[in-house]
Nanobody, 123 residues
């Protein structure tokens, strides 16, 4: 049974930093691309960042480029999202997701999802 468990979300002030973690179990992380998505109230789920199976390729949404960094530690079966210079518009539930090998930006292309972790950025 595949499980993805996000952690690290909390309330912060604008300009602060947070690191989200996604712990995977029941999944061979070495053959999985991982994505971070977010969903704000009343909005659709959107792609934030992705990393391919080897960690050699990463993608970012324009809105987070230069502020967020995705990384992975396959030995720990964990993917991270370092978020710096947070803005109120980053407020959302953040989800990690897994799919085979290559990064995708469409939520429907991911096979497995976590339950999400809430990030709230106050101005």
């Amino acid at each position: 049974q595949v499980q993805l468990l996000e952690s690290g979300g909390r309330w912060v002030q604008a300009g602060d930093s947070l690191r989200l973690s996604c712990q995977a179990s029941g999944l061979t992380l070495r053959s999985s691309a991982m994505g971070w998505f977010r969903q704000a109230p009343g909005k659709e789920r959107e792609f934030v960042s992705g990393i391919n199976y080897s960690g050699g390729t990463t993608n970012y949404a324009d809105s987070v480029k230069g502020r967020f960094t995705i990384s992975r530690d396959n030995a720990k079966n964990t993917v991270y999202l370092q978020m710096n210079s947070l803005k109120p518009e980053d407020t959302a539930i953040y989800y990690c997701a897994a799919r085979p090998f290559a990064i995708g930006q469409a939520p429907a292309s991911y096979n497995f999802w976590g339950q999400g972790t809430q990030v709230t950025v106050s101005s």
